[in-house]
């Protein structure tokens, strides 16, 4: 997986409950994805954390090639939405 180093040395620092691999699994097949108007992508996916029964929403942000994780958290507010 490629990461930027804010993902690297922030994200991951804030955030040591997220797995880099779910952000590749989520990149690799999004629920939802969209495009960001600075041209970075979203993409959504429903990932189980150990020990939980119900999936959480994680959001994946990528630079505009779509591969290089930027950001990842999971997000509260997102629902299925019809493509």
Known sequence: MKATRYF?????????????????????NPVHSEVQPDGRLRFWGAVTRPGEREPRFLRVVTLADGETVHNAF??????????
């Open 8 to 28: 690297n040395e922030q994200v991951l620092r804030k955030r040591p409950y997220i797995e880099p691999r779910w952000c590749t699994e989520v990149v690799a």
């Open 74 to 83: 999971f997000d509260r507010r997102f629902t299925r939405r019809s493509e």
